[in-house]
């Protein structure tokens, strides 16, 4: 099934990942790690498809600097101050992906800040870290305060970034930010 499939796929999204903030790297590295090297070996299996991987702005120490210089789109040389596995299995993929790019590989690293609801419906699912403290502040009539802004973009407008992304071959060795414009 897979060798079929290599034959007929042209573009692959990678946005498949465990996204668990309390897990180790050691825990997260066969998802996001192992997964993003399957990948690339699947993009690069009977012929060249272009690969978009969703990465994750948690990549960067952009809590701890002004917006203004947080926010390179540049490979991170180290994973130096990521302090949770998370971020640390992401850099480590992006690694991958930067490899194959200089291998010959189009693709493009998006990374990309929180997702929230749909602009139109509001539509947002209800297990999201985030979207449970909205829920619960309005039942309480209080929301945490917070002392780093984290930019949070509408689902429908990471999709259609995406795909304009994607059909836009200027765009592949790059890595792009999709923010809220912190």
């Known amino acids: 099934a897979r ?24 825990v997260l590295r066969a998802p996001n790690v192992a997964g993003t090297r399957e990948v690339l070996s699947f993009a690069a299996t009977a012929r060249t498809k272009a690969v978009h991987f969703i990465s994750t702005i948690s990549v960067m120490p952009w809590k701890e600097q002004p917006a203004r210089t947080a926010w390179p789109e540049d490979a991170l040389s180290s994973p130096i ?68 802004p984290e930019p949070w973009l509408p689902v429908d407008q ?9 059909t836009n071959d200027l765009a592949f060795g790059r890595i792009l930010h999709l923010t809220d414009g912190v």
């Open 3 to 26: 060798a079929a499939k290599a034959t007929i796929v042209d573009v692959v999204f990678h946005n498949g990942a465990s996204n668990n903030l309390a897990r180790p790297y050691s």
């Open 81 to 148: 101050g990521l302090t949770y596995g998370y971020a640390q299995s992401k850099w480590v993929a992006e690694a991958l992906v930067r490899q194959a790019q200089k291998q010959g590989l189009p693709a493009t690293i998006l990374r990309i800040g929180r997702v929230a609801g749909n602009t139109e419906t509001g539509a947002w699912p209800r297990d999201d870290l985030i979207c449970r403290l909205i829920l619960g502040g309005i039942a309480v009539d209080a929301l945490p305060e917070r002392k780093t």
């Open 158 to 166: 990471v999709a259609s970034d995406i795909v304009r992304i994607a």
